[in-house]
């Protein structure tokens, strides 16, 4: 397959929120890294990311919304949820909720609790609005191996395996997402990035 890196022209950005309609990959930027996307609702997409990645298939995929309305069709929301939200959406944090039934088993490795990223970057943000759905997405790179920060890392990691990147230059923070677990009620911190767990505690205390 021949991999394409392409400016967010708006044409571009059509080209490859229509491939993940179709049911192809197509990385794109963040605030943090790179991320490798699909249709989240697509299974059969979903699969073509752990192969593309040589991704283990007990890591369940983070889901990336465009907006607040998308959150709450695919994740339950409580207090403490909505607490996160507010303060730090959009924005560098991965939040894991209660899903809903239209997230697929596959896509979560049969948890009932999903991840959620609404990504602080415009980009990323049109990219999925013009897909319409939540976009599954880990980093753009191969397993085990560093998470990509530009277009031409995520080339070297994946080229000839997704017919397109979108080029949006050097990821601002250039660290994954802080983790926070609230699925169970108690919060979990599984892994800080930009965000602290001060700034966390913070906010909810």
Do not use: W
């Amino acid at each position: 397959m021949n991999t394409e890196i392409l400016q967010p022209t708006a044409e571009n950005l059509l080209r490859a929120g229509n491939l993940i309609c179709k049911g192809e990959i197509v990385a794109f930027p963040t605030e943090t890294v790179y991320g490798l996307g699909a249709d989240a609702f697509n299974v059969d997409a979903c699969q073509k990311i752990y192969a593309a990645k040589n991704r283990p298939h007990d890591k369940p995929l983070t889901l990336h919304v465009a907006n607040f309305e998308m959150i709450d069709i695919i994740a339950e929301i409580s207090l403490t949820a909505e607490k996160l939200i507010e303060r730090f959406l959009p924005g560098p944090l991965t939040i894991i909720l209660p899903k809903k039934k239209i997230v697929p088993d596959f896509v979560t490795c049969d948890s009932k609790s999903v991840g959620v990223r609404f990504p602080n970057n415009t980009i990323a943000q049109e990219f999925i609005k013009i897909a319409g759905v939540p976009v599954a997405a880990p980093s753009a790179n191969i397993s085990g191996k560093n998470p990509p920060t530009t277009a031409q890392e995520v080339f070297d990691n994946l080229g000839g395996k997704l017919p397109i990147i979108l080029d949006g230059g050097e990821c601002a923070v250039g660290i994954s997402s802080t983790i926070v677990d609230i699925s169970a009620g108690d919060l979990k911190i599984l892994r800080q990035g930009k965000i602290s767990v001060a700034q966390i505690l913070a906010t909810l205390n």
